[in-house]
């Protein structure tokens, strides 16, 4: 029998990289994340044996995270300070916004409280899970929802603000953004550095933020650098495409249906009341709309900054309200649950 790395992931890998070329052919946004998203969602769901590279959804988050550290300068870093209270209202609203879906699922799926909760709030999928276990949830549909969420938001998002022209109005630029060979290795020590302080201090989303963190520290201190090479971005936009999509299957639809379609629903509604709160914060801020729909968007770290970045808008500012947002639901989801519980779960 022949190696599974051959008879399941190759196949993947080959499968994606198809989807991703032609994805950028026809002009769709993100070409290199949602091409293979739903090439590989698809097969999986035709009921073909794909499997992702096991370690891949870290290296595309290692790349994505080295990536976004470079937008860090000092001039960025002034700019960030004068919009602190608009990063914190946002991280804030995401706690309510998410309350606002998790009444929704609650009343409509038939849920348990912990469930309809943590399957709602705009955090990270393994972080809400692991929450969400320790009051009872039901981990895998929690999983199931913060997959469904994800893929929506990297369908819809970025092609709405395609259309709308928003593409190309970021005036940042990354501190070093050449490839230069001699200063790539202290690129990756920093990045490692970064992913191994937080996985010491067990951070989430350690593969994203520690890069970010490295190599941000780096390029405020203005510190020379090599950029990554664009095919290691593409890269790793495919290999988080590879695992996004391969988290569907015919069984995640059949197991639980009506989950399932009010979690599709919760979504929307929460892709609505992000547009509702930027619209709200860019009356009062001036900060460009395009900007904070994706500050605002409830969708991953990754996923969302890697959105600004290809579209050039406003990428450390979305940066720094998902990575805060992050902060908040962590520290906050707890507490917030326990008031939603007190006040709807029968």
Not at 68 to 78: I, K, M, N, Q, R
Request: net charge positive.
């Amino acid at each position: 029998m022949r190696h599974p790395v051959v008879r399941f992931v190759l196949p993947t890998l080959g499968l994606a990289l198809l989807a991703a070329l032609l994805a950028q052919s026809i002009g769709l946004p993100l070409p290199w994340m949602i091409g293979p998203l739903f090439a590989v969602a698809g097969a999986r769901m035709a009921g073909l044996r794909l499997q992702p590279l096991a370690g891949g959804r870290q290296a595309g988050q290692w790349a994505i995270g080295t990536a976004l550290g470079l937008y860090f300068s000092p001039a960025v870093l002034g700019q960030l300070a004068e919009h602190a209270l608009l990063l914190a209202a946002a991280a804030l609203a995401s706690l309510a916004l998410g309350g606002v879906c998790a009444l929704l699922t609650l009343r409509l799926a038939r849920v348990d409280a912990a469930t309809a909760f943590f399957a709602s709030l705009p955090g990270g999928a393994s972080e809400m899970a692991n929450l969400a276990e320790r009051w009872g949830g039901a981990v895998d549909r929690i999983a199931a929802a913060h997959a469904l969420r994800i893929m929506l938001l990297v369908s819809l998002v970025p092609l709405g603000l395609t259309l709308s022209g928003a593409h190309g109005s970021d005036i940042y630029i990354p501190q070093s953004h050449r490839f230069d060979l001699a200063r790539l290795p202290l690129l990756i020590a920093a990045s490692l550095a970064g992913v191994g302080v937080l996985r010491l201090l067990r951070i989430a989303n350690a593969w994203v933020l520690g890069p970010l963190l490295g190599v941000g520290v780096l390029s405020a201190l203005t510190v020379p650098l090599s950029a990554l090479p664009g095919w290691a971005v593409n890269g790793g936009q495919l290999l988080i495409g590879c695992s996004l999509g391969s988290r569907f299957s015919r069984e995640f639809f059949r197991a639980a249906p009506r989950f399932i379609g009010t979690t599709a629903l919760s979504a929307l509604l929460s892709i609505l009341l992000g547009l509702l709160l930027s619209l709200l914060l860019a009356h009062f801020s001036g900060v460009p709309l395009a900007t904070l729909v994706l500050a605002t968007a409830p969708g991953g770290v990754a996923e969302m900054c890697i959105t600004a970045k290809v579209l050039q808008l406003g990428v450390p500012l979305v940066t720094a309200a998902h990575v805060l947002r992050v902060v908040v639901l962590t520290l906050g989801a707890q507490f917030a649950f326990g008031l939603f519980r007190r006040r709807f779960a029968p």
